[in-house]
């Protein structure tokens, strides 16, 4: 595979062997973006310490061979060191066998070449769909060989989101595979697109999907798919229950739509012809979104739904009512049909599942952590720089305020009690300075001699002093006797209600003679 479309360096520092291929690149380049690179030439920007000169041809250019290690899959490079002439090639370098490199590591290495220079890499070698992704890897693994991921991972997944739609197709062969390699190039366009159709796709997956699926993405795919069929049972149930738009010409015709309407949803629900099914309802919620004749006809014999004997009259009748309830119903099923991946299928032909999942950012485990880290981060900043903040505007506070004047004490000939203005024998006045457990508490129980609930409670203190406010017993009104107040209201008195006074119930008011009630005769 000779490179041919790679650009030729003239001014390289560096020369690259990856037999056949030769490359002629910029030491400063290879050190900034490869900390493995940068330990094999030196840093970049700086005068060529002695260590590093012994790989140096006679034009001031490094040589670099790539060898086979085990540890690495696609070989390291090595200094290409002058060896002694030997008597054999008198005159001449002695040049070891150096074999060819597959095709396969030749490329990767050219990519990860083209994307130092910012150049897009080949990533589509005529083959497969599939070589996308195998392509991809071999940059991931060869990048994390190189200790270059910060810098070549972004660029990966910038020009993979270039390919457009030939991706996305790619991505709903194998969104297993891609969701993988999103999560690892933290491509949040690559990461949505698989989940999307690992959800839709719920049902086909095996034990061995569910293996290939890490925890975090798992868990989220698992989340997203009770989510969606949650909403798929409430759009059954919105359905089933949906009511008839044009109440003014309801007739009977409309309710044998109706319950015909009904009965076929009831059957398709129990044979698991909606979100229980291997597609997830997709056939189903597209014929209801469809109407008309796309499903349930008047007469099905496959569903055993005969609504015979009726007239031709009637059966056309039936029909136009069945319409308007598949019309009136098409509206429940829009957001389960709405496409929320970029996948095209005006393109690539409609998908046999749903894409209606909704990948937020909170379902992104990277933006996620980031969110949460910068949150912490603002927390700690806030933290570090709150007392000093309150420090400077305590000292400014003390600085603008003025000494305040002293305030003589109140003397008073008689000092105010601690607790009551009378308090209950056994309290003491605690002064300010004394400790509570000096004070001793005195618990006042009350006399439970007499049976009168009236003595259970303390009775209310009286002040020492004179209160202008508290009234004697002569100025309080005086209570009128029983018999007054009982006087000008109707009673019965009997003998055997313990002088307890009964009055007229409105709940007898009109009941039957046999219930005796008191009636007011005045």
Not at 58 to 83: D, M, R, S, T
Not at 301 to 326: F, S, T
């Amino acid at each position: 595979m000779p490179v041919l479309d790679f650009p030729n360096y003239v001014d390289g520092d560096v020369k690259l062997t990856i037999h056949p291929d030769v490359y002629r690149l910029h030491l400063n380049v290879l050190s900034t973006h490869s900390k493995v690179l940068r330990s094999l030439l030196g840093p970049p920007n700086e005068v060529n310490p002695l260590q590093h000169i012994q790989g140096m041809d006679h034009q001031g250019a490094y040589n670099l061979n790539l060898i086979g290690e085990a540890a690495h899959k696609f070989g390291v490079f090595q200094l290409q060191v002058p060896q002694q002439f030997t008597s054999e090639a008198r005159g001449f370098w002695a040049v070891d066998y150096i074999p060819v490199w597959p095709v396969r590591t030749r490329r990767c290495w050219e990519n990860i070449f083209r994307m130092f220079y910012l150049l897009p890499p080949f990533l589509h070698d005529d083959g497969p769909t599939r070589n996308i992704l195998d392509n991809s890897w071999r940059v991931v693994e060869l990048a994390t060989d190189l200790e270059a991921e910060d810098f070549i991972l972004p660029l990966l997944g910038a020009a993979l989101e270039g390919y457009g739609q030939e991706l996305y197709r790619c991505i709903s062969d194998d969104p297993i595979g891609w969701v993988n390699l999103g999560l690892r190039i933290r491509s949040v366009i690559i990461y949505q697109e698989s989940v999307i159709h690992i959800v839709g796709r719920w049902h086909y997956l095996t034990d061995e999907g569910h293996a290939l699926l890490s925890n975090p993405i798992r868990e989220i795919c698992q989340r997203k798919y009770r989510d969606l069929q949650f909403d798929k049972q409430m759009t059954d149930t919105s359905i089933l229950n949906h009511p008839v738009d044009d109440p003014q010409n309801r007739d009977v015709y409309t309710w044998m739509a109706k319950a015909f309407y009904q009965q076929w949803l009831c059957n398709s629900i129990a044979d698991h012809k909606t979100y229980r099914s291997l597609d997830g309802g997709a056939a189903f919620y597209r014929a209801i979104n469809a109407g008309g004749n796309a499903y349930l006809q008047v007469v099905d014999p496959e569903a055993h739904l005969v609504l015979l004997p009726i007239e031709q009259d009637e059966v056309a009748v039936m029909e136009h009512r069945l319409c308007q309830i598949k019309d009136a119903v098409k509206h429940l099923v829009a957001y389960l049909l709405e496409n929320r991946s970029r996948f095209n299928p005006g393109v690539w032909g409609e998908l046999h599942y749903l894409t209606c999942c909704e990948v937020t950012q909170r379902d992104i485990p990277w933006l996620t952590d980031r969110a949460a880290q910068e949150e912490v981060a603002l927390l700690q900043t806030m933290n570090n720089a709150l007392p000093a903040f309150y420090m400077d505007n305590l000292q400014f506070e003390n600085r603008n305020v003025q000494t305040p004047q002293i305030i003589p004490p109140i003397v008073t000939e008689r000092p105010l009690p601690s607790w009551s203005p009378k308090s209950p024998e056994g309290y003491h006045d605690r002064t300010p300075t004394q400790a509570r457990s000096d004070v001793t508490s005195v618990v006042h129980e009350p006399d439970l001699s007499d049976d009168i609930s009236v003595n259970s409670f303390i009775s209310p203190p009286l002040w020492d002093e004179d209160d202008s406010t508290a009234h004697t017993e002569s100025e309080l009104p005086a209570v009128p006797a029983v018999e007054s107040l009982t006087a000008g209201c109707p009673q019965n008195w009997d003998e055997g209600d313990n002088g307890l006074v009964t009055y007229p119930s409105p709940i007898f008011m009109q009941s039957p003679d046999d219930v005796k009630g008191h009636r007011d005769d005045t």
